[in-house]
């Protein structure tokens, strides 16, 4: 996974875990996770509409402050 950092930079995200089921940073991988679950919870109605912003919103969040700690700008394919 390659990044782009607040001084325009292009970097590599380096595996910084020891885990067999995934390449690259574990906060990514986590993050991924957390978004497959946050998927289960959509449904038909306004509070599993409901249930999924607030979880969205509570990953997003923790992914934003992980990016800003690491002087990440953006995400790249």
Known sequence: MLAKLEDGSI???EKDCSC???DG???LYSDRLFHQLNLQLLGP???QTQAFAIEE???LTCKLSIM???RIA???Q
Request: proline letters at 5%.
């Open 68 to 70: 800003k700690a690491k």
């Open 57 to 59: 919103q509570a990953r």
């Open 45 to 47: 109605n306004n509070l």
């Open 20 to 22: 067999l089921d995934h």
């Open 74 to 76: 953006e995400l790249l």
């Open 11 to 13: 970097v590599t995200l």
């Open 25 to 27: 940073p574990h906060w």
